[in-house]
Each structure stands twice: as C-alpha cells, then as structure tokens.
Nanobody, 125 residues
Framework: QVQLVESGGGVVQAGGSLRLSCAGS????????MGWFRQAPGKEREFLAA????????DYADSVKGRFTISRDNARNTVYLQMNSLKPEDTAVYYC??????????????????WGQGTQVTVSS
C-alpha cells in the first residue's frame, strides 16, 4: 500500500506555470506506475498524464500534451507535474494516483489503486 500527498497547487495567472509534487510513502513507490488526473466542478475526473515505474515511458492527454510534463524521482518517492502555459480552463483539483499493474499506462480512473487527497489549481484570466 502507498499513501500519496500532493502539493504545489495555488493561484496563477493565465500563461503562468506551476509544478505539482506528489510524495509517496513506503519503500515500494518505484513499483507503481503513476498518473495525474484533475476534476473541475461539475465535470468528470480527467486523465492528464502517466509515467511508468522506471520513468522511461510517459503518456499524455491531448488537452495537455506540449504544455504539461510528468516526471518522477524514485529516490525521493516523488512524482511531478510541470504545468506551463496555463489556461483558465485548467482550473481544477489535481490528483495523483498509483497503479500497481505490471504493464501499461492507465488512462482510466479504475486503472489506479491509490489516490492522493488533491490540490487546488486556479488559473485567473
């Protein structure tokens, strides 16, 4: 089991950048593929990005490709989401999640076994 805690959210102007962090507990962090999702009020949870256990493979939603970058540091049990060129429509609660499957990078919420509590990102126009 792994516990996840996100940080780094806040208020930023359109065009700005933020870096979210997700710290995982335990010595098994590197055995999980990791993902980032977001959920805006009244909308379904949306997949953003995923990264393989070793950090070699990544996958992005079209809505953030070229603007967001996922990375991880297994020595620090942390996964990051660098967000650039932010838009007001990026406003949402952002969640990280851990996937214990051996193969593949999941895009669906039910691919993931553990979730953080979320961090709010607000982009002002």
């Amino acid at each position: 089991q792994v516990q996840l805690v996100e940080s780094g959210g806040g208020v930023v102007q359109a065009g700005g950048s933020l870096r979210l962090s997700c710290a995982g507990s335990g010595r098994t962090f590197s055995t999980y593929a990791m993902g980032w999702f977001r959920q805006a009020p009244g909308k379904e949870r949306e997949f953003l990005a995923a990264i393989s256990r070793g950090g070699i493979n990544t996958d992005y939603a079209d809505s953030v490709k070229g603007r967001f970058t996922i990375s991880r540091d297994n020595a620090r049990n942390t996964v990051y989401l660098q967000m650039n060129s932010l838009k007001p429509e990026d406003t949402a609660v952002y969640y990280c999640a851990a996937d214990r499957r051996v193969y593949g990078l999941g895009r669906r919420s039910y691919d993931y076994d553990y979730w953080g509590q979320g961090t709010q990102v607000t982009v002002s126009s």
